[in-house]
C-alpha cells in the first residue's frame, strides 16, 4: 500500500516485509526510513543480512544511522509504527493498531464508516470523547481519517491523522531503490558501543579499581576483520592517572566476555575522563561521548 498520513509518505508491502517512509518537514529538514527483512547490500552472513534492519536518513540532524533487530540488538530510534517492534524483534504489520475494542458507529454516514472505541478519555477541553476514533470510505477499508488521544508531560490533546491512499498491493520497487548502497560502511549502527561496570569511580591517591569492559553487540566484519582495539586518552588531567592493560580487544566471538582495565590514581588532583580510542570493527563512527570512564 502507498499512502499519505498527513504530510508523510509511506510505501508498505506486508508479503515482502518491507517499509518505507519519506517526510519533508522543511526545505532543510527531511527524514527517509526503511525497514526490511531481506536488507540489500547487508555484508553476507552478517546479522543485517539475517535479520530485521531499519535505517533511517535524517538530514541534516542524525545522518545516516540504522539498527538490527536480532537477541544482540534492537535499535535506539524507530520511524514506524511502534506496535511493529518489541525491543529485539520487528515485523511489518498493519500500519494501524487500537488500544481498545473498536465498536461500528449506526450514526456512520452516507460516505464514512466511523469505528470509536469502548473507552472515552478527557482532552483539554468541556467533554469526554472517545479515545479512538476512525473513519472509513463507505463499505472499504480504506482510512480517511483517525483521532487518538494523547497524554504527554504539558498535556492531554485529541490528535487527528489525516490518510489519503495512492494505491493499495504492492508498492513500486523505486521507493526501497532509493536506499543508499553503500549503508553498511557509510552509515552508523547504532548499537555498537561500550558497557563498563562501573562507569564512574572515585579513586584515593595510590588506590586502584577494577572495571569491568565488555561489548552490547558484536562488531562488524571489515575486510575481513571482525576485531575492535580500545585504548583509552585523558582528557582534563593527563598525568593523574594511569590504567593497563593499555588496549583490550573484542571481537564476533569474545564481545560478551568480560576484560579487566585497572585504573590507578597517581596524583591528587582534578577529576578526569578517559575517552576510548575505537580502532576497526565498525566503530569509526561511534561516538565517544557516551562512553568515557569518569573518574574522581
Request: with cysteine; charged share 20%; glycine share 4%.
Amino acid at each position: 500500500m502507498l499512502f499519505f498520513a498527513d504530510n508523510t509518505l509511506y510505501a508498505i508491502d506486508e508479503i515482502n516485509q518491507r517499509a518505507y517512509k519519506s517526510a519533508s518537514y522543511s526545505t532543510k529538514q527531511s527524514e527517509t526510513a526503511y525497514a526490511l527483512k531481506d536488507f540489500p547490500f547487508a555484508i553476507p552472513d552478517s546479522p543485517q543480512s539475517k535479520y530485521y534492519v531499519q535505517l533511517l536518513e535524517d538530514f541534516p540532524d542524525i545522518g545516516c544511522i540504522y539498527g538490527t533487530y536480532w537477541k544482540y540488538g534492537g535499535s535506539t530510534f524507530n520511524a514506524f509504527p511502534s506496535h511493529w517492534t518489541n525491543g529485539t524483534s520487528f515485523e511489518i504489520k498493519n500500519f494501524m493498531a487500537f488500544k481498545y475494542e473498536m465498536i461500528l458507529s449506526n450514526a456512520s454516514s452516507v460516505f464514512e464508516d466511523y469505528w470509536y472505541s469502548n473507552v472515552t478519555c478527557h482532552p483539554e477541553g468541556p467533554k469526554r470523547v472517545p479515545c479512538e476514533e476512525i473513519y472509513f470510505r463507505k463499505n472499504t477499508d480504506i482510512p480517511v481519517r483517525s483521532t487518538q488521544v494523547i497524554s504527554t508531560p504539558w498535556e492531554v490533546r485529541q490528535f487527528t491523522t489525516t490518510y489519503l491512499v495512492i494505491s493499495v498491493g504492492k508498492p513500486d520497487d523505486k521507493y526501497f531503490d532509493s536506499m543508499p548502497k553503500d549503508w553498511t560502511r557509510s552509515c552508523r549502527d547504532v548499537m555498537l558501543g561500550v558497557s563498563y561496570k562501573p562507569q564512574s569511580a572515585k579513586i584515593d591517591l595510590n588506590e586502584s579499581v577494577k572495571i569491568q569492559v565488555w561489548l552490547p553487540t558484536p562488531p562488524h566484519q571489515i575486510d575481513g576483520n571482525d576485531t575492535v582495539h580500545i585504548q583509552w586518552k585523558a582528557d582534563e588531567c593527563t598525568d593523574c592517572f594511569t590504567w593497563k592493560p593499555n588496549q583490550l580487544s573484542f571481537n564476533s566471538k569474545n564481545f560478551l566476555v568480560r576484560q579487566t582495565l585497572t585504573i590507578t590514581r597517581v596524583k591528587n588532583r582534578q577529576q578526569t575522563h578517559l575517552i576510548p580510542i575505537f580502532n576497526g570493527g565498525g566503530f569509526d563512527d561511534v561516538s565517544v561521548k557516551n562512553y568515557t570512564i569518569s573518574l574522581e
